[in-house]
Nanobody
């Protein structure tokens, strides 16, 4: 099982980025997808998690970030609009299997300049 995240980069405040997470060896279909963020000097924290088919967005990103999946259930995207400097961090996609095992992608760095 592998998760490959991509799409990070440097963007000005107010800009947009789309992160992608491609799964191999597994699909997101029956599993829960998650996006986490580790900001500089802080612990990794979830920004979007899926529970029983419902997406939950952290208050800090609600209304600005949107998750989508492809029809094959192998790719999830995180559309990030209205980016702010506090969104800076390494973003990790994760897949939570029904048994509780969580698979992590390698992380992609997002830097938002003011």
């Amino acid at each position: 099982v592998q998760l490959q995240a991509s799409g990070g980069g440097l963007v000005q405040g107010g800009g947009s980025l789309t992160l992608s997470c491609v799964a191999s060896g597994i699909t997101f279909g029956r599993n829960s997808m998650e996006w986490w963020r580790q900001s500089p000097g802080k612990q990794r924290k979830w920004v979007v998690v899926e529970s029983h088919g419902t997406l939950h967005y952290d208050d800090s990103v609600a209304g600005r970030f949107t998750v989508s999946r492809d029809s094959a259930q192998t790719t999830v995207n995180l559309q990030m609009d209205g980016l702010m400097p506090e969104d800076t961090g390494v973003y990790y996609c994760a897949l939570l299997a029904p048994g509780g095992r969580r698979y992590w992608g390698q992380g992609t760095l997002v830097t938002v300049s003011s």
